[in-house]
Nanobody, 116 residues
Framework: QVQLVESGGGAVQAGGSLRLSCAAS????????MGWYRQAPGKQREMVAQ???????TYAVSVKDRFIISRDNAKNTMYLQMNSLKAEDTAIYYC??????????WGQGTQVTVSS
């Protein structure tokens, strides 16, 4: 059974930083495409960042050059380093894992609140 557990969310002032973690079990992060999504109140869920087994990363335009996605294969954990946070980054952040090119597995989400 696949489980993805996010942690590291919280409240921070604009310009600050947070690091989200996604601990995975039942799936190997290094051989599956993994991603971070977010959903703000009243908005659709959107992809924030993605990392492939080859290590290729993709970012939403709104977070490029501020956020960094990475993984620790030994810990089977994925991370999202978020710097220069803005009020518009406020959302619930979800960890997700692909299986056969579709994001099939999701974490429960962690709240990030950025105050201006």
């Amino acid at each position: 059974q696949v489980q993805l557990v996010e942690s590291g969310g919280g409240a921070v002032q604009a310009g600050g930083s947070l690091r989200l973690s996604c601990a995975a079990s039942g799936i190997v992060v290094s051989i599956n495409t993994m991603g971070w999504y977010r959903q703000a109140p009243g908005k659709q869920r959107e992809m924030v960042a993605q990392i492939t087994p080859a290590g290729t990363t993709t970012y939403a335009v709104s977070v490029k050059d501020r956020f960094i996605i990475s993984r620790d294969n030994a810990k089977n954990t994925m991370y999202l380093q978020m710097n220069s946070l803005k009020a518009e980054d406020t959302a619930i952040y979800y960890c997700a894992a692909q299986k056969i090119t579709i994001y099939r597995y999701w974490g429960q989400g962690t709240q990030v609140t950025v105050s201006s």
